[in-house]
């Protein structure tokens, strides 16, 4: 049957009834219950006789058609003791909140949870005592026919309902507590499935490690915590790594074997080198050293400075027979100071210099408004006095009628004609006072020169940049060339192996544009150029030095090419300025050794 048949509150006398009319049914009076259509059983049922009745058990002698009757009956005591409860849960409210006999189960359990109150155990325990008659009331035979009734899910619902979280009560300090106050324990769960596992190791690791929960560095406490942790013990880490498969690029170990040869070719170079440099004398040690440079004294010492000449009597190998020592006039010793003159310092102009005075816009505009006033005043007395002609009226189109009037009225053709000459001739005068004043090209030329152009009379700034390579780059030689003598500046580029260096003489301003042509506008580490291991190396620029001074050395920005390292020495040394290329090259020799390294 797709229905299920439950019973609330069965009484012995119902028993008693329902086996009555079972019984009666059994032998064949049906009384007041209306008999359904019969079948083919019933009749081999006829046919068989009372013998096959009284050998068969009661329980096993019940057909299909008795069955539907007394499940039908059933069901009409069932519907019965619902109205009947209805009634007395309108009046009684403890059997409120028991739910209906023949609701199903999830109506059940919200009837239960609709009305969820903190002293329901009495109600509960009464609940389940009821729930229990019901459950004992309907043993019997009809127990075995029908499905699970609802009350096992009413009574499933009321254990629920007693077994409901109770509310989370903390304290002051984050305790939890119970209603009266004290402390609850609460056990902690420890984690089953590999996922948590790992979250729960993941969580140990990176409070081990001082890292917060989003891998964020550690707070104050933290530091305090791994105060005494010691970074030189590996720690395995918790979560194993997976390995990936890794491919190596096409042709990657034939560059390694090419390397491999080339290093070999270059040790056996660089052992028989250094055999021939044993033999002469000669070690790459001493390379730092010969190109450190030389303290030279100046050729025109003097053997005696002018203000020992003073106080000496002769020189300073004349001795005094007494004392054993320098021979020196007592007389020119006093107590009195002398104080030199004071002399210029070689750097500072002739003439003082005066900051110009800049001034704002609305200084501007008062200045020439006065200079104007000035001068309309000065031509007015002019025309006052009869030395100058007054003016011709300024015609236009517009002021044509209200200046000319009469006349206007008379002749206007010839009066517009009149008014246009003398409106071209402005014009014309106007453009002419511009040509007048517009610069030629060789003026503006020597404009822009003069102001390319400054004054190193009190001294002349020198930088020094060293390139790693600049002999194959046609384009970036250009720039330096190009630039360099459009700035009017002097100096010298030398192309050496693996040290080019560019020496450029100017200005502050022209310095101060070049510099950012080589360090900034120009792209460098665009190009590639060999190292000491032949490898290819991002090519570079590096300022390595600048600073000032007295005169200039070297004549038009050219290109030098030098095969020799001695041969380029010996041309900054022709210039006196030998300590240029002993700065750059010697960078360059610390630079190719820590690439090595």
């Not at 086996?19 to 009749?43: E, M, N, T, Y």
């Not at 005075?357 to 609305?362: C, D, M, Q, S, W």
């Amino acid at each position: 049957m797709s229905s299920i048949i439950t019973r609330k509150d069965g009484d012995v006398d119902d028993q008693k009834m329902s086996k009555k009319r079972a019984a009666a049914s059994d032998s064949g009076g049906g009384g007041a219950i209306d008999a359904p259509k019969k079948s083919r059983f019933d009749v081999l049922q006829k046919n068989g006789g009372a013998g096959q009745k009284e050998d068969a058990p009661v329980s096993a002698s019940l057909s299909s058609t008795q069955i539907k009757l007394m499940m039908a009956h059933a069901q009409r005591e069932i519907e019965e003791r619902k109205r009947a409860l209805s009634n007395l849960r309108d009046k009684d409210p403890l059997l409120a909140s028991v739910p209906s006999i023949g609701m199903p189960v999830a109506l059940a359990t919200q009837a239960l949870a609709k009305k969820p109150t903190p002293e329901d155990s009495e109600k509960a325990r009464k609940i389940a005592e009821l729930q229990a008659q019901i459950r004992a009331k309907l043993t019997g035979n009809l127990v075995n026919l029908i499905q699970p009734t609802a009350v096992a899910a009413a009574a499933a619902a009321a254990a629920q309902a007693q077994e409901r979280p109770k509310p989370l009560i903390l304290d002051e300090e984050g305790r939890t507590v119970d209603k009266s106050g004290r402390t609850i324990n609460i056990p902690t769960v420890t984690p089953t499935l590999k996922a948590n596992i790992r979250a729960k190791k993941r969580e140990v690791f990176q409070r081990q490690s001082g890292l917060g929960d989003r891998g964020e560095p550690a707070t104050s406490a933290q530091d305090e915590a791994i105060k005494y942790f010691d970074d030189r013990i590996a720690l395995k880490p918790t979560v194993r790594n997976k390995r990936t498969l890794r491919f190596h690029e096409p042709g990657k170990f034939q560059q390694l074997a090419e390397r491999m040869r080339m290093k070999s070719q270059l040790e056996r170079l660089q052992n028989e080198i250094s055999q021939i440099a044993r033999k002469t004398g000669i070690s790459s040690a001493t390379k730092l050293a010969l190109i450190a440079p030389k303290q030279d004294m100046p050729d025109d010492v003097p053997a005696m400075e002018w203000w020992d000449s003073v106080i000496l009597t002769q020189d300073l190998e004349t001795m005094d027979e007494a004392s054993g020592k320098i021979s020196i006039r007592q007389t020119s010793i006093s107590n009195l100071i002398e104080h030199p003159t004071q002399m210029k310092p070689p750097n500072e102009p002739m003439k003082p210099v005066y900051l110009p005075v800049f001034l704002t816009k609305k200084e501007r505009k008062k200045l020439r408004r006065q200079n104007r006033r000035e001068a309309w005043k000065e031509e007015q007395e002019k025309i006052r006095l009869g030395l100058v002609a007054p003016p011709e009226p300024k015609l236009r189109i517009s002021n044509l009628m209200r200046v000319l009037g009469s006349e206007a009225v008379q002749d206007p053709t010839k009066m517009e004609q009149h008014v246009r000459e003398q409106m071209a001739k402005r014009q014309k005068a106007h453009e002419d006072a511009n040509n007048a004043r517009k610069l030629t090209s060789e003026q503006k030329s020597e404009k822009k020169q003069r102001k390319l152009r400054e004054d190193t009379s009190c001294g002349v700034h020198v930088s020094v940049y060293r390139i790693r390579d600049l002999q194959d780059n046609q384009s970036k030689k250009f720039k330096v060339e190009t630039n360099a003598k459009q700035l009017q500046m002097t100096g010298s580029v030398v192309l050496f192996r693996d040290c080019c260096v560019v020496v450029v003489e100017g200005g502050p301003k022209q310095q101060k544009k070049y510099r950012r042509l080589m360090l900034t506008r120009i792209k460098w580490e665009e190009d590639l150029a060999k190292g000491n291991d032949g490898q290819d190396v991002p090519n570079s620029c590096v300022l390595v030095w600048e600073g000032t001074s007295q005169r200039r050395h070297f004549g038009e920005i050219k290109f030098k090419i030098f095969p020799m390292e001695k041969m380029a020495r010996e041309f900054f040394q022709k210039h006196q300025v030998e300590h240029y290329w002993d700065l750059a090259y010697s960078g360059a020799v610390l630079e190719a050794s820590t690439d090595q390294q």
